[in-house]
């Protein structure tokens, strides 16, 4: 195991918080961390490039900033995004930023935020 300070010593008598747990987790995701890193250089060759990219990020974070989300919400979609990116996949433009809808929807799910229609969406600030 890897040697991390244990940082919820003093929670150990709480057995809901799992602390003897914690040296676990942080080595499991270490380990994950390297299962699934994202290739460097993988849009090389990829009909997606580098500027489409960038232009679906910074659509993110306007949907990211117009709708308070937490910013882990913007960085598990980005995540999201470009492992599917590195993954040579022939993808309409449209099926994009619906996969984008999609991976914002569930992570605003998973974080309990109030989920929009994507009527609120066109109103508003953020454009499809």
């Not at 990829?46 to 990020?57: C, H, K, P, W």
Request: net charge negative; charged share 25%.
């Amino acid at each position: 195991m890897l040697e991390i300070p244990d940082v919820d010593l003093g929670d150990a008598g709480n057995l809901q918080l799992c602390s003897e747990y914690v040296k676990d987790i942080y080595s499991y995701l270490r380990h994950l961390e390297g299962v699934q890193a994202i290739r460097p250089h993988y849009l090389e060759g990829q009909e997606v490039t580098g500027s489409m990219r960038a232009i679906l990020i910074d659509w993110l974070v306007k949907v990211q900033v117009h709708f308070n989300l937490l910013q882990e919400t913007l960085f598990m979609a980005t995540a999201i995004l470009d492992r599917f990116l590195q993954v040579e996949v022939k993808v309409h433009t449209l099926a994009k930023y619906l996969l984008e809808l999609t991976l914002l929807d569930y992570d605003m799910r998973c974080e309990g935020a109030p989920v929009y229609s994507t009527t609120s969406v066109r109103g508003g600030e953020v454009d499809l």
